[in-house]
């Protein structure tokens, strides 16, 4: 059967969406990259993350958190020129613009527009959220938090999180940065019961339901993973890992490999490996768009 040819395919598919961001201890020639972020419409950069996208294969190496004073940290980055994107709760982008890496440590600084709006279709603040301010104390506790997690200390940064999250059960923040920290640490079951206690607090953020959808997967728990990866792209139809998670779900689907493709064709820039299972699927049985993927990959003539 065709679906049953990619299965193996499916399966590492979604095994490297787990790992989605996060660098492998045998690269060579990394750098500390470090910034500080500035200006903005608000006092407070907590909930805001820092995007960097390598400029020669489009391909996103890290996402890291940024603390309430505007810090933010990537241990090693490869050397090479990036785009650095600064993006908010709701994956809005705030800033975006253009470095260069090289082989020595370096310091880097973003200014922030002074106002901003956001865009349509990716959520707004709840009331709840509104009439439950965060205390000193919760606020404390996340950016105490996103410091253990720039460490990669993901046990303690949980901690934080959780007690933040038991503290404040409306906060949030709180539930997602312990959704995504037990994410990044394999634990499955606990991201789940995170992120739909973050989506129960606002429903319109369709970040929140692609890492669901993600956690979901990992638990192979694969009608579910579906269901909330089509929620979250009828929220944010650019949501590239919904689509990632998505196209490795179809994979294993009788009669589902051309929606398969459209989905990693999506996810192709951003993500690796999804182009490289695009590649594989197209020369082993072309269907719809794979014409479109390997003219979009020829390089061009200028």
Known sequence: MAAQRYVCLAVCLLTAFNGYGQFSATKTNLTEFRGHLTGGATNSFTGMSVEVTNLRDRSVHERADVVSDGSFAFRAIPEGDYQVRVTSLYDDELASTVTSVGPSPMSFEIRLPQSRMEKPGTGTVSIRQLNHPMSKQVKKLLESGHKLVQEQHFDDAAKRFREAAQDA?????????????????????????????????????SLL??????????????????????????????????????????????????????????????IPSAKTAVEQICAVQPVTGCHNVVQSAMPSNR
């Open 169 to 205: 059960p409306d906060c949030l923040q709180a539930h997602a940065d312990l959704g995504l920290t037990l994410f990044r640490m394999g634990a499955w079951e606990g991201a789940v019961e995170e992120f739909r206690a973050a989506i129960a607090l606002d429903p319109k953020i």
């Open 209 to 270: 339901h692609s890492n669901l959808s993600g956690s979901l997967a990992a638990l192979h728990r694969f009608d579910e993973a579906e269901k909330e990866a089509m929620n979250a792209l009828k929220l944010d139809s650019r949501n590239v890992r919904a689509h990632f998670v998505l196209g490795g779900i179809l994979l294993q689907k009788e009669g589902k490999v051309s929606q398969a493709v459209s989905h990693l064709v999506e996810a192709q820039d951003a």
